[in-house]
Structures are given as structure tokens and as C-alpha cells.
Nanobody, 122 residues
């Protein structure tokens, strides 16, 4: 079992930056691929990006490439999502998730956090 708790969300103006954190507990953090997903109001949840077990590989959905960066600190059991050049369309609840494989989908993740709200004003 893995418990995931996101933090760092908030209100930011377009063009600004935020860094989300996701703290894990309950199991060996480095055993899991970590992902970030989001759900905008009235829309389906979507995959944002993921990072491999040791952090050597990352993958992002096209809409965030070059703006978002995922990193992890296995010593701190934490994964991060650095979001730069934010746009109003990035407004969503952001979730971290843990899984056994390097997914690029919404389904298949084993554990989910409760989510943190990010609102980007224009």
C-alpha cells in the first residue's frame, strides 16, 4: 500500500509558475513509477507526465512539453511537478499516482493521491 499526498496547488496568473509536491508513504517509493494527471472542470481526467523509478526517464503529454518538469527525490519519498509558463487551460485538479509500469494513460495506476487544485487566471 502506498499513501500519496499532494501539496503546492493554488492560484497563479497566466505566465506564472507553481511547483507541486507529492509525498509518499507506506511502501518503498523507488519501486514505483510516478505520474501526474489532471482533471479540468467538466472534462475527463488526463495524463500529464511520468517519471521512471530512479528518475532517469520522463515522458510528457504534448500540451505540457517544454513547460512542465517532473522530478523525484527517492531519499525524501517525494515527486515534484514544476509548472512554468502556466496557461488558463492548465487549470485543473492535479493528482499524483504510483504504478508498476511506465504508463501514459489514466487507467492502470495502482495508487492515487487526493488531488490539489491549480487555478490559472488570465
Amino acid at each position: 500500500q502506498v499513501q500519496l499526498v499532494e501539496s503546492g496547488g493554488g492560484l497563479v496568473q497566466a505566465g506564472g509558475s507553481l511547483r507541486l509536491s507529492c509525498a509518499a508513504s507506506g511502501s518503498t517509493f523507488s519501486n514505483y513509477v510516478m505520474g501526474w494527471l489532471r482533471q479540468a472542470p467538466g472534462k475527463e481526467r488526463e495524463f500529464v507526465g511520468r517519471i521512471s523509478w530512479k528518475g532517469s526517464r520522463t515522458y510528457y503529454t504534448e500540451s505540457v512539453k517544454g513547460r512542465f518538469t517532473i522530478s523525484r527525490d527517492n531519499a525524501k519519498n517525494t515527486v515534484y511537478l514544476q509548472m512554468n509558463s502556466l496557461k488558463p487551460e492548465d487549470t485543473a485538479v492535479y493528482y499524483c499516482a504510483a504504478g508498476a509500469t511506465e504508463l501514459a494513460t489514466v487507467v492502470g495506476w495502482d495508487y492515487w493521491g487526493q488531488g490539489t487544485q491549480v487555478t490559472v487566471s488570465s
